[in-house]
């Protein structure tokens, strides 16, 4: 029951989306109606500027955060797991705003760096070496993030945090092909 509480808790607070909160606060409008119509980061900082992707991070990386470690207080860290499938689940299909979210990058990373922070590490490497060959960050940056629970698995060979990483790493990578949803104009 508790963890079942969790789950919901965190879902909810996956539903904090701070590219729309900032974009309703700044503009008076919906980030999902501006630009590549995506509720996250990389198109709060075309929209909104530096400002707007910096502050979409923090409160993206915050909510995750802050969720996760509430998580833990409160059942310990073996349900953990599944409360950062439940943020990223909140953020990507935020019940709220029409099941139309962000795609998960920063809950993602910010799920590894409460749960996994050596893999933030391993993953920053490899981004840092694929930058230096192709001077883009995109595919680089996926190949970083796919690093994560090898890394997760070799450096501390947690399996089920290795697996349940290549489950949310596999459902960010749906979202950014709009598998899940399609942008309504």
């Not at 508790?2 to 607070?13: G, S």
């Not at 953990?80 to 795609?103: D, E, N, Q, S, T």
Request: some cysteine.
């Amino acid at each position: 029951m508790y963890t079942a509480a969790a789950f919901i808790f965190c879902y909810l607070a996956g539903c904090i989306n701070g590219a729309y909160l900032l974009a309703r606060k700044w503009q008076g409008k919906d980030i999902r109606q501006m630009g590549s119509g995506n509720a996250g980061a990389r198109n709060a900082g075309r929209e909104l500027g530096k400002r707007g992707f910096f502050y979409t991070i923090l409160i993206d990386a915050g909510k995750t955060v802050a969720a996760l470690a509430a998580a833990d207080a409160f059942l310990g860290h073996s349900a953990l797991l599944v409360c950062a499938f439940a943020v990223l689940c909140g953020h990507i299909w935020p019940a709220p705003l029409g099941f139309r979210g962000g795609k998960g990058v920063v809950v993602y990373l910010a799920s590894a760096l409460y749960l996994a922070p050596a893999s933030l590490l391993a993953a920053f490497i490899v981004l840092l070496a694929g930058w230096s060959v192709t001077r883009r960050f995109t595919v680089p940056g996926l190949i970083a993030m796919a690093a994560m629970p090898v890394s997760i698995y070799l450096l501390a060979g947690d399996v089920p945090a290795a697996v349940a990483f290549v489950i949310m790493l596999l459902i960010v990578i749906a979202a950014h092909n709009d598998f899940f949803y399609k942008k309504v104009a």
